[in-house]
Every structure is written in C-alpha cells, then in structure tokens.
C-alpha cells in the first residue's frame, strides 16, 4: 500500500465512498445530504494542511485522509485528521496505515499533539484503532450525536501527544 498526495483527480473515486459513508451517518458528524461539490470542498483542505489517498499496487484508491490544524492562533500547536476507508477494503489495514501517517505528518509538522473532537462512542472499530496508535478519551460529550439506529450516542474527544 502507498500513501500519496490526493489530486483534484482523485476524487471521482474517492466521492462514492465518501457518500456511502456520510450518508450513512453513522460514524462522521457531516450532514447526510452533503452534496458531492460542497463534500470536495471540505475534504480537500488548503496547504499546509494536507489530503492524501491510500492505493494499491494497482492505483486502486483505498481510501483517504485530511490533516490539518485542530484550532487556529495560540492553539495552532494541535492538530487533527478524518480518515475514510472504502468500505470494499475495511479490515485490511487501510485505517491504520492512514491513522499513522497523519502521526508522523503531525509530528515532523512541528505539532505537540493530535486531537480528535467528535469519535461517535459506537464507532468500536475506529476507538480501537486509535488508542492502539496511542489515543486516549479525555472526555465525551453526552448524546452528543443522534446516530440512526443507536439513538443519541456520546462524541469523543481523543487526544494523543506527539
């Protein structure tokens, strides 16, 4: 698997995933009718922030990441990133390979430390991931999510120091 710089032309293969999964609202906290122009321009985040794209030896896109400050002025030191695997490839190490790559992008960026805001409490599969690589819960927002099947679940805040 490579992780490489995402491309304007990439996204053509990364917009039907990423619809299946925000539609699904189960896991992100966008709006489940976010339209493919408008999704574009959230994902692909202006430098120095950073999008990237997971393949395989045959160019197929596995799946993405954007990285990119957490906050702005005195809080600027943390950053933060959203992964989206295709489904097709879940379980094969996709999320992982992403998950530390935004570390070491974090970290050789000069950032102190690495925040997620929202982890939906359902998302086992994703909580798992991300305090093997070293994320901790530092707190958890009451129903702070209305998730489809599950009612209203909490939101995570996950912390790592880099």
Same mark, same amino acid.
């Given at each position: 698997?490579?992780?490489?710089?995402? +491309?304007?032309?990439?996204?053509?293969?990364?917009?039907?995933?990423?619809?299946?999964?925000?539609?699904?609202?189960?896991?992100?906290?966008?709006?489940?009718?976010?339209?493919?122009?408008?999704? *574009?321009?959230?994902?692909?985040?202006?430098?120095?922030?950073?999008?990237?794209?997971?393949?395989?030896?045959?160019?197929?896109?596995?799946? +993405?990441? =954007?990285?990119?400050?957490?906050?702005?002025?005195?809080?600027?030191?943390?950053?933060?990133?959203?992964?989206?695997?295709?489904?097709?490839?879940?379980? =094969?190490?996709?999320?992982?390979?992403?998950?530390?790559?935004?570390?070491?992008?974090?970290? +050789?960026?000069?950032?102190?430390?690495? *925040?997620?805001?929202?982890?939906?409490?359902?998302?086992?599969?994703?909580? =798992?991931?991300?305090?093997?690589?070293?994320?901790?819960?530092?707190?958890?927002?009451?129903?702070?999510?209305?998730?489809?099947?599950?009612?209203?679940?909490?939101?995570?805040?996950?912390? =790592?120091?880099?």
């Amino acid at each position: 698997m490579l992780i490489r710089e995402a +491309t304007t032309e990439d996204w053509p293969a990364i917009w039907p995933f990423f619809h299946a999964i925000v539609a699904a609202g189960e896991t992100l906290t966008y709006p489940t009718d976010l339209g493919e122009e408008e999704a *574009q321009g959230w994902w692909y985040v202006p430098a120095p922030n950073r999008v990237v794209v997971a393949v395989d030896e045959a160019g197929e896109i596995l799946g +993405t990441a =954007k990285m990119n400050r957490n906050h702005m002025g005195n809080s600027s030191h943390v950053a933060s990133a959203t992964y989206l695997v295709d489904p097709a490839y879940s379980g =094969k190490g996709v999320g992982r390979a992403l998950c530390e790559h935004s570390v070491d992008w974090a970290r +050789t960026s000069g950032f102190r430390a690495m *925040q997620f805001n929202a982890v939906v409490e359902t998302n086992t599969h994703a909580i =798992k991931l991300y305090e093997s690589v070293g994320f901790e819960v530092i707190g958890t927002l009451p129903e702070g999510f209305n998730h489809p099947t599950e009612g209203y679940v909490g939101l995570h805040i996950m912390h =790592k120091a880099l």
